[in-house]
């Protein structure tokens, strides 16, 4: 077949630039190769909202009819290439209420390439993975998340290694030889085609099998039609809470059954139940009514809910009573306060070894404390 | 929100009032919550009524003058959203104005009710009356009814109320009248008494979609191509609903009133044998009838046949009351520049309502009495004698003409 698409998942707000770029340069890139494409956002992700999983896409075809034909389908349902350029939605993707639990490789086309941006390994990024029926191709490259903002772009080329990798990954799509001229035309930038070029030379991928990966069923819903819809534009609230998970004392909120949005996040909070005072600040801040009350009257995230907003860290009065930590370092959602109340010495040793190596990295966005950011641009400056 | 029920007609009785008036006092009888207002012409005069019959303390409402149709219109909506029974009205631009408020009242279900002074969209300024302010909601999920006779206006007020707030419709409605012929000339009204109104038309539930905090709901959400086309089916099932529910209503309005037409869709006027039939709305039937009747002495077979329901069109109905007609002449107090033979809204929804038809009749479009001219009787015998001619010779010269138009 001559149509290849590439998608890009991406998070929202923060890698729209990214995405955005990396689509482009493809279809400019193929141009040199004698093809035609097209660069195009999922028009449902926006307006984009922070950090929700969004895709872009590039389609390329050898002729405008090809294009044409391939483009009868609006967002693609086999692409050659998917690139994601952050690693915690290896984990799934939930882009809106109704929308379950995509797999990262859901639209992976079998013996296509998964090229994703990492410090993980090809076996860690697997244990989250969810498992295909056919074989296909998992690329990495090793790199921190490219985090910015709406207005700003943190130019650290990420898109360039992406571009390389992908070069590498399915040659058919575009040349290395077409991308490195066309990077060199639209950046005018030597180091950035240098960029391009030894992301290529180091690309690698490792075949995964059929069958291999996280074996666990993605979350789906089925949509209700238009005779078992409320009329009316009517949405119930969520229902009232019951005690703690159902029991005696203790307090668990009712959440929307149909978004999670846990597949948003990058990071969670830990929380110190030993230095908790129980002021409720986190209960009463969070804003998608993540954290359960146990019967003795502590506070559990619980992260089938959690977004990651940070927003419990930044109003906790303790200092380090609640700390955001990668998503990379858990594989499951379970529970925080379970684990502590089995095994406290357990808990609070691996609780702290957690923290102290997420202080000792830089975050790929948000601030541990107010001042944050201040502090990060005279650092800055100073280096 | 109305505390003590006023009993303005304790005994059924004649006024000497105009459309306006008799839409105004239609409020009360239907012990409407809230009503909101700003001024323009024609409607304009709806308003002022209700502001005395609320003055002289015959009518308890809470009266809300907004600061324009916009503001005016989503007021009615909110308040109809929390459960309380509904009047508003605007005429021409100003109605235009509210559009925004106007097309999600019907998306989310509310069953305003408002009267249209119809009335000719600016510019240039004009008071006079055309149709094509009030079609700008033919699409949207709206009632649309045309009004011709004082009478009617107070009648169909009741029936509005009643069809909308149907639990199995919920959707707004809108009464149009038009300018001057209605709003402004006084006729003889049989006003109901309060107790046939009441036999008549209960009380608004909005049941489990009231906005109540006993009822935490959350209305008018934001929505991706998953779920629009069902809410749109959803809108569109209960526009085909509401056609039961207005043979229903209109049953029980004449058997608790003693009147109305046989059909609450249309009125047939010497339809039957009829070779040439004219076709129109509102207060068109007046000069229409005369005509007809002068024609029928003269021995031309001749009907007319008005649309009372622009929305629910009665497609059916229209078929069998035109579907033995040689040639049908619609007349349109409207225009749509540009639309297929350049005809205007009624003709075009005339045409596709008998494309089916075996046998189709001539179909003749007149564009007429545009800014409140008058159309005359002369007017209509024209148009009849251009729909003789078709039949004669087999053939339409001109689709469109515009009637009593200088050259
Ligand atoms: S990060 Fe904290 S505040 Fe934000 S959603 Fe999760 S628990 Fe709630
Ligand atoms: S904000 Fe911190 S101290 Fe307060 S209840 Fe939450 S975890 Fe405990």
């Known amino acids: ?383 | 929100m109305a505390t003590v029920k006023p009993r303005l007609y304790e005994e059924s009785k004649e006024e000497l009032i105009s459309g306006s008036e008799a839409v105004g006092i239609a409020c009360a009888l239907a012990d409407v919550d809230v009503i909101t207002a700003y001024p323009i012409r024609p409607y304009d005069t709806v308003m002022q009524y209700v502001s005395r019959l609320k003055a002289d303390g015959a009518f308890d409402f809470d009266f809300i003058i907004a600061e324009s149709e916009h503001s005016q219109f989503e007021i009615v909506k909110h308040a109809s959203a929390v459960g309380a029974r509904t009047f508003s009205g605007s005429s021409g631009v100003g109605w235009f104005y509210a559009f925004e408020a106007i097309t999600v009242t019907a998306g989310l279900r509310m069953p305003v009710v408002a009267m249209v002074g119809n009335r000719a969209l600016d510019d240039p300024g004009a008071f006079g009356v055309e149709h094509n302010d009030a079609m700008a909601v033919r699409d949207l999920g709206w009632h649309l009814y045309w009004v011709a006779t004082a009478q009617e206006a107070l009648d169909m007020a009741l029936m509005a109320w009643r069809i909308a707030e149907d639990p199995t419709v919920l959707l707004p409605f809108a009464l149009s009248c038009d300018g001057s012929f209605l709003t402004h000339s006084q006729a003889i009204v049989q006003v109901p008494s309060q107790d046939q109104v009441d036999r008549f038309l209960p009380p608004y539930k909005r049941g489990t979609l009231q906005l109540h905090p006993d009822n935490p709901i959350t209305i008018a959400p934001q929505v991706n191509e998953d779920w629009l086309m069902e809410i749109r089916r959803q809108t569109d099932e209960a526009m085909r609903r509401t056609s039961a529910v207005i043979r229903q209503a209109h049953e029980e309005f004449r058997e608790i009133f003693g009147r109305g037409d046989p059909s609450p869709f249309i009125e047939e006027f010497m339809c039957e044998d009829a070779e040439i039939i004219l076709v129109g709305m509102g207060t068109l039937a007046m000069p229409t009838r005369v005509a007809v009747r002068r024609l029928r002495a003269a021995g031309k077979k001749v009907g007319f046949l008005r649309i009372k329901f622009f929305r629910p069109f009665a497609a059916e109905e229209v078929q069998e009351a035109l579907g033995d007609a040689k040639a049908v002449a619609v007349i349109d107090r409207d225009y749509s520049y540009g639309s297929p033979s350049g005809g205007g809204v009624l003709f075009h929804e005339l045409r596709s309502t008998l494309y089916p038809l075996d046998k189709r009749p001539l179909m003749l479009n007149f564009i007429a009495g545009l800014g409140g001219r008058e159309v005359t009787v002369d007017d209509i015998n024209m148009m009849t004698e251009t729909a003789q001619k078709a039949i004669d010779t087999g053939k339409i010269e001109q689709e469109t003409t515009w009637v009593s138009v200088r050259e």
């Open chain 1, 1 to 383: 077949m001559a149509t290849r698409a590439v998608e890009v998942v991406y998070r929202g707000i923060f890698q729209r630039t990214l995405a955005r770029n990396i689509v482009r340069q493809i279809v400019f890139a193929a141009r040199k190769d004698g093809k035609i494409g097209t660069a195009f956002g999922r028009y449902s992700d926006s307006p984009e909202r922070n950090g929700i999983p969004a895709k872009q896409f590039a389609v390329v075809a050898d002729t405008a009819l090809e294009l044409e034909e391939s483009l009868a389908v609006y967002e693609a349902t086999m692409v050659d290439v998917t690139i994601n350029v952050d690693d915690t939605m290896c984990k799934g993707l939930e882009s809106w209420a109704w929308y379950g639990l995509q797999p990262i490789n859901e639209v992976t086309k079998p013996g296509g390439t998964l090229i994703v941006t990492s410090r993980q390994s090809a076996d860690a990024l697997l244990e989250d993975i969810h498992q295909k029926k056919d074989p296909y191709n998992l690329s990495i490259i090793p790199s921190t998340v490219s985090f910015s903002g709406l207005w700003v772009f943190k130019d650290d080329h990420t898109d360039m290694r992406a571009l390389g990798a992908m070069c590498k990954a399915c040659p058919e799509l575009v040349s290395i030889k077409a991308m490195l001229e066309s990077v060199q035309e639209q950046t005018g930038n030597e180091a950035k085609v240098a960029s391009v070029q030894r992301a290529f030379d180091r690309g690698t991928s490792r075949p995964v099998e059929p069958g291999e990966g996280n074996t666990e069923t993605p979350f789906s819903f089925d949509m209700p039609g238009w005779k078992t819809m409320e009329e009316g534009l009517v949405i119930r609230a969520q229902k009232e809470g019951t005690g703690f998970r159902g029991g005696e004392g203790g307090y668990t909120p009712g959440r929307s059954e149909t978004f999670k949005k846990w597949s948003t996040r990058s990071m969670r909070p830990v929380i110190n139940f030993d230095t908790c005072i129980k002021c409720t600040l986190c209960w009463l801040q969070c804003p998608d009514t993540v954290f359960d009350i146990t019967p003795d009257g502590l506070y559990d995230a619980n992260m089938e809910a959690c977004c990651g907003c940070g927003v419990c860290e930044a109003v906790c009065p303790v200092p380090d009573c609640i700390t955001m930590v990668g998503e990379p370092e858990f594989n499951d959602n379970s529970s925080q306060y379970d684990a502590w109340t089995a095994d406290k010495d357990g808990y609070n040793k691996w609780m702290t070894v957690l923290v102290e190596k997420q202080k000792s990295e830089t975050r790929t966005h948000g601030f541990h404390h107010v001042g944050g950011y201040a502090e990060e641009i005279a650092a800055s400056e100073e280096a």
